[in-house]
Nanobody, 125 residues
Framework: QVQLVESGGGLVQAGGSLRLSCAAS????????MGWFRQAPGKEREFVAH????????YYADSVKGRFTISRDNAKNTVYLQMNSLKPEDTAVYYC?????WGGGYDLIGNYPYWGQGTQVTVSS
């Protein structure tokens, strides 16, 4: 089992940048694939980015491709989401999540059994 705590959210102007962090507990962090999801007010939670257990493969939603970068440091039990060129439509609560490497469906919420509490990102126009 793994526990996740996000940080790094805040208020930023359009065009600005933020880096989110997700710290994980436990010695088995390096065996989990990690994802970032977000949920805007009145909308369903949606996939943002995914990284394999060893960082070898990354995947992004089309809406953030080229602007966001997911990375991880297994020695620090942490996964990051670097967000550049932020837009007002990126405003949401951002969640990190963990799943075992097997099972596919990196963009499916139901495949992630472990979730953090979320961190708010607000982008002003």
């Amino acid at each position: 089992q793994v526990q996740l705590v996000e940080s790094g959210g805040g208020l930023v102007q359009a065009g600005g940048s933020l880096r989110l962090s997700c710290a994980a507990s436990g010695r088995t962090f390096g065996t989990y694939a990690m994802g970032w999801f977000r949920q805007a007010p009145g909308k369903e939670r949606e996939f943002v980015a995914h990284i394999d257990w060893n960082g070898g493969n990354t995947y992004y939603a089309d809406s953030v491709k080229g602007r966001f970068t997911i990375s991880r440091d297994n020695a620090k039990n942490t996964v990051y989401l670097q967000m550049n060129s932020l837009k007002p439509e990126d405003t949401a609560v951002y969640y990190c999540a963990a799943k075992r490497p097997w099972g596919g469906g990196y963009d499916l919420i139901g495949n992630y059994p472990y979730w953090g509490q979320g961190t708010q990102v607000t982008v002003s126009s």
